[in-house]
């Protein structure tokens, strides 16, 4: 799957709530073609690293460059 949202490098974005955890926002580090890795920047998983898929994405919350 290509990135559906053409994610960069330091871009947050909304991670939709799933199992126990709820939305989040997840700082972008890097962008696969399925996924992406990078750090929870607010809720319980603050300061976790993860790889969320695209179809965990909400949408973008703000982009790296402004």
């Not at 700082?27 to 890795?37: F, K």
């Amino acid at each position: 799957m290509d990135d559906p949202f053409n994610l960069r490098e330091d871009d947050v974005v909304v991670i939709r709530a799933f199992d126990d955890w709820p939305e989040h926002l997840f700082q972008v580090w890097e962008v696969y073609d399925d996924g992406i890795t990078g750090y929870s920047i607010t809720g319980p998983l603050e300061g976790v690293y993860g790889e969320p898929a695209f179809d965990l994405i909400l949408r973008v919350h703000s982009r790296a460059d402004g």
